[in-house]
């Protein structure tokens, strides 16, 4: 069956990084664009960045411009996400799925920016 798993997240300062991992299995990763979302608390899950098949990322949310990284690893059908420069209000829980037709989502993984 279709499962995406995120890992990765924690409590870091204000300024830190993270590497954030999603490892999906139940289908074929190379057709798919691969999306990372995110749900701060209280409010509702938005897009953070989409990566396409090919490797092209797309759909940077301005929040986190200059400052997110995506890749994909097609031999371990996974996808990654790297943010610098972590702001308290990048404090969500982080998941990643399809760009189109998203469901089946994992648990997420929480990250929590505080000093």
């Known amino acids: 069956q279709v499962q995406f798993v995120e890992s990765g997240g924690g409590l870091v300062q204000p300024g830190g990084s993270l590497r954030l991992s999603c490892e999906t299995s139940?289908?074929?990763?190379?057709?798919?664009?691969m999306t990372w979302y995110r749900q701060a608390p209280g409010k509702e899950r938005e897009l953070v960045a989409t990566i396409k098949n090919n490797g092209v990322v797309t759909e940077t949310i301005d929040p986190v411009k200059g400052r997110v990284t995506l890749s994909r690893d097609k031999e371990k059908n996974t996808v990654y996400l790297n943010l610098n420069n972590l702001k308290p209000e990048d404090t969500a829980v982080y998941y990643c799925?399809?760009?189109?037709?998203?469901?089946?989502w994992g648990k997420g993984t929480l990250v929590t920016v505080s000093s």
């Open positions: 139940g289908f074929t990763f190379d057709n798919y664009a």
């Open positions: 799925n399809w760009r189109v037709g998203a469901r089946y």
